[in-house]
C-alpha cells in the first residue's frame, strides 16, 4: 500500500485483513504511552518531592499540569488532523510527547520538571482523537467498530498497568525512568507508522483556524479544572475565581460557535445531532464514573489499607482481565447486536460493579473487590466502543476528525472533572466522618453511582438499530 495515498476500506469486504490490524497496533501504541504516562507518574509523586525538596501538594502539579495541557490540546486535534492530514499530526505528537518525556528525565527542579510535563501533555493530548480518526478513515464505517473495540481498551488498561509499571521501576532504577521508558515505544511508533500507516489526506478546504474558540474553549476548560482541583485543596478564593471564569469562557465558546460563520473548532451543533447528544451525554458522565473510580480506589488502598503502590496495583488487576473479556465479546457482537443494547448492558455492569464499593465501611473482602473490578473491566469495554462506533458509523468522512475531537474532548473532560469533583467530595465526607477513612469513600461512591445513572440515561437515547451500511 502506498504511504502516498489512502487505500479506503472496501465497505463491502468486511473482512479485516493483517494490514489493517497492524496499522490498528500502531495507532494504539500512541494511545498507550499517553494513557499510561498518565498514572505512572503519580506512583513517584512522593520519590520526586524527596528529589527535588518540594512539598507534597507542590509537586502535585506535576500531575496537574500534565492533565491541563491534555484538556487544552484536544480541542485542536480536528482541526489539526484537517488542515494538516491526521497521519501527519499522530506523527508530529508522538514526537512532542517524547520530546517532552526526554526533558522530563533531564529535569533539574520541580518548576521544570513541571513545565517540561507541558509539552508532554500537549502532545499526549492530540494522539487519541488523530489516532482514532485515522483509523476510522483508513477501515472505514464497516470495519470501524470491531477495531475501535480493541484499541479503546488500552485507555482501560492504563491505571492498572500505570501503577505496577512506576513501582516496578522505583525499585530497580531511579526516577527518570519513569520518563525515559516511553522513549523506545515512541520511537518504535514513529518508524513502524512511517512505513504501513498510509497518509489520509487533508480537507480539501483548508479551513481556517478558529482563533476565537481556541482562546476560549481550551483555556475555559483548564482553568475550569483548575478551579475544581483547587477546591480539593480547600483554597475557595482561587477556587470560586477558576470555576466561575472556566465556566463564562465555556458559556462564551457555545455562543461563538453558533454565531460564527467559520468552521469552530468544535461545532456545538454537533450535540444537537443524533445520535450525537445522547453519545455526548453517555461519554461524559461515564467517564466521570470511570476515571473517577480509578482515582478513587487506589486513594483509598494506600490512605484506608496502608498498601503500597505495587500492591494497589495488583488489586486493581481484575479489572484489566474484565476489559480483556469485554473486548473480545464486543468485537465478536458489535455487528451483530443493536448498539444500545450493548452499552446499556456495559453501563448496568459498571454500575453493577460499583455498588460493593458503597458498602466499603463495613469491610469488603479482596474476593468482592477482585469481582466487582472485573466486572466494571467488561461494562467499561462494552461501552466505549460502541458509542464511538454508533457516531463514526453515522458521520460523514470528512467529519470524522471533528467528531473524534468532540469525543475525545468529552472523555478527557469526564474523566477530569469527575476526578476533582470527587476530590472535593471525598474531602469534605473526610471531614463530616472524622477521617473514618472506609465510611468517607463509601459515602463518595454513592455519588459515582449516580454519575453512571446518568451515563444510563444518555444510552437510553441512542439508536435501537445499526446503521445501514454505505454501498
Not at 80 to 108: E, K, P, Q, T
Not at 124 to 152: E, K, M, Y
Not at 244 to 260: N, S, Y
Not at 333 to 355: H, K, N
Request: hydrophobic share 55%; net charge positive; with cysteine.
Amino acid at each position: 500500500m502506498s504511504k502516498e495515498q489512502v487505500a479506503p476500506a472496501a465497505v463491502g469486504r468486511q473482512r479485516i485483513d493483517a494490514a489493517l490490524w497492524r496499522v490498528a497496533f500502531i495507532l494504539v501504541l500512541g494511545t498507550f504511552m499517553a494513557s499510561v504516562d498518565a498514572t505512572i507518574v503519580s506512583v513517584g509523586i512522593d520519590t520526586l518531592a524527596g528529589e527535588f525538596g518540594a512539598s507534597v501538594a507542590g509537586i502535585q502539579w506535576v500531575s496537574t499540569a500534565y492533565l491541563l495541557a491534555v484538556v487544552t490540546a484536544v480541542p485542536a486535534s480536528g482541526w489539526l488532523a484537517d488542515r494538516y492530514g491526521a497521519r501527519r499530526v499522530w506523527l508530529v505528537a508522538i514526537g512532542v510527547f517524547l520530546l517532552g518525556s526526554a526533558l522530563c528525565a533531564l529535569a533539574w527542579s520541580a518548576p521544570s520538571l513541571i513545565v517540561f510535563r507541558v509539552v508532554q501533555g500537549l502532545g499526549a493530548g492530540l494522539l487519541p482523537a488523530t489516532g482514532q480518526a485515522l483509523l476510522a478513515r483508513i477501515a472505514g464505517p464497516g470495519r470501524t467498530g470491531r477495531l475501535i473495540s480493541v484499541v479503546s481498551v488500552v485507555p482501560l488498561l492504563a491505571p492498572v498497568l500505570g501503577p505496577l509499571a512506576g513501582g516496578g521501576l522505583l525499585a530497580v532504577a531511579s526516577w527518570p525512568w519513569l520518563f525515559l521508558v516511553n522513549l523506545p515505544v515512541g520511537v518504535a511508533a514513529v518508524l513502524l507508522a512511517r512505513r504501513h500507516v498510509p497518509v489520509v489526506p487533508a480537507s480539501p478546504g483548508r479551513p481556517a483556524f478558529d482563533v476565537q474558540g481556541a482562546l476560549l474553549l481550551s483555556p475555559g476548560l483548564a482553568v475550569l479544572v483548575f478551579g475544581l482541583t483547587e477546591v480539593a485543596h480547600g483554597r475557595a478564593l482561587t477556587a470560586g475565581l477558576g470555576v466561575a471564569a472556566g465556566l463564562l469562557m465555556l458559556a462564551g465558546f457555545a455562543v461563538h460557535g453558533l454565531r460564527t460563520r467559520r468552521t469552530p473548532l468544535i461545532d456545538p451543533r454537533l450535540f444537537a445531532r443524533p445520535p450525537f447528544g445522547a453519545a455526548a451525554l453517555t461519554l461524559l458522565m461515564l467517564g466521570a464514573s470511570v476515571f473517577g473510580t480509578m482515582f478513587l480506589l487506589p486513594l483509598y488502598f494506600q490512605t484506608g489499607r496502608g498498601l503500597s503502590a505495587w500492591e494497589s496495583g495488583l488489586l486493581l488487576a481484575p479489572q484489566g482481565v474484565g476489559a480483556a473479556v469485554g473486548t473480545v465479546l464486543v468485537n465478536r457482537t458489535i455487528d451483530a447486536v443493536a448498539p444500545r443494547t450493548l452499552v446499556v448492558t456495559g453501563i448496568v455492569l459498571v454500575l453493577a460493579g460499583t455498588v460493593p464499593f458503597t458498602q466499603l465501611g463495613h469491610g469488603l473482602p479482596d474476593a468482592v473487590t477482585a469481582a466487582a473490578l472485573a466486572l466494571r473491566g467488561v461494562g467499561m469495554a462494552m461501552t466505549g466502543a460502541p458509542v464511538m462506533n454508533i457516531v463514526y458509523s453515522r458521520i460523514e468522512p470528512e467529519r470524522v476528525p471533528r467528531a473524534a475531537a468532540a469525543l475525545n474532548l468529552l472523555n478527557t473532560v469526564g474523566g477530569s472533572l469527575g476526578t476533582a469533583a470527587l476530590a472535593v467530595v471525598v474531602q469534605s465526607r473526610l471531614t463530616a466522618r472524622h477521617q473514618d477513612v472506609p465510611a468517607a469513600f463509601a459515602d463518595t461512591f454513592w455519588w459515582v453511582v449516580a454519575l453512571g445513572v446518568l451515563a444510563a440515561a444518555g444510552a437510553t437515547r441512542l439508536p435501537r438499530t445499526r446503521a445501514a451500511r454505505p454501498t
